[in-house]
């Protein structure tokens, strides 16, 4: 892939970011809207997934609209992923969350899925996998990840299969010029970014640079495993007058 400015690998760790957004609230059911300026929807979010998240740095105002609209319609606490850290969200009554760094590796070097590591493919083991990483994520109530996920050819749900389960797993998204890398996890808290990284570099045919966000010890981890960091995000959260558990 040629070289890509900054401002374009943000743009596209943006909107990577999204198409996995738009992956999982689909899987769920969940209607969205997107346009070239921001994705959102106003319907109950799954758990850790945004209702906005903004797909360019200069449409400020139309972004700030339709935030404000969703104030109107959605009842419950939501947040807002701000991919270039371009919006103050704090008169319209959200919180800053946190911040991170969109990060990017170009995938010049063919590579090798790492031993052990596997696609899940059915339900049962998606079940498996969702009980490991949710093991290392905060508790939640709901399924993050149903089972319709698996029929979407854009969304790898890797793992490293043991006799009881995962003992670590991320998920590979693709998008038209590049794949994305979440949720990495291992079970014991073991570093495992480096083979997360082989596993989503083999999710996909042809070569293509792979993009993620993190934040502290997880962002020093894949900066040690080679990627870059592309520009800074923020995560916005406002809490409806009755606060979720």
Request: proline share 5%.
């Amino acid at each position: 892939m040629p070289s890509i400015v900054a401002s374009e690998r943000v743009r596209l760790c943006a909107g990577n970011n999204a198409d996995l957004c738009q992956a999982i609230f689909k899987a769920h059911g969940l209607s969205d809207l997107r346009n070239d300026f921001v994705w959102s929807s106003d319907r109950q979010a799954p758990p850790y997934y945004p209702n906005v998240a903004t797909l360019d740095a200069d449409a400020v105002a139309v972004q700030l609209a339709e935030i404000a609209r969703l104030t109107s319609v959605l009842a419950t606490s939501f947040s807002v992923k701000d991919g270039f850290c371009r919006l103050d969200l704090q008169p319209l009554g959200f919180s800053q969350l946190f911040e991170a760094s969109w990060i990017w590796t170009d995938l010049s070097h063919p590579t090798t899925t790492p031993s052990g590591w596997e696609r899940v493919e059915d339900a049962a083991s998606l079940e498996m996998w969702e009980f490991a990483w949710a093991d290392r994520a905060s508790p939640s109530n709901g399924r993050v990840f149903p089972a319709a996920v698996l029929a979407d050819p854009a969304i790898a749900i890797l793992g490293r299969r043991t006799a009881d389960g995962f003992a670590a797993g991320c998920i590979a998204n693709r998008s038209e010029l590049v794949t994305g890398l979440s949720n990495v996890f291992a079970t014991d808290g073991s570093p495992t970014y480096r083979d997360a990284v082989r596993a989503a570099a083999n999710a996909f045919a042809g070569c293509r640079a792979l993009v993620a966000y993190d934040r502290d010890a997880g962002l020093d981890e894949a900066l040690a495993c080679g990627f870059q960091a592309a520009g800074p995000l923020r995560v916005w959260i406002r809490d409806s007058q009755d606060k979720e558990e």
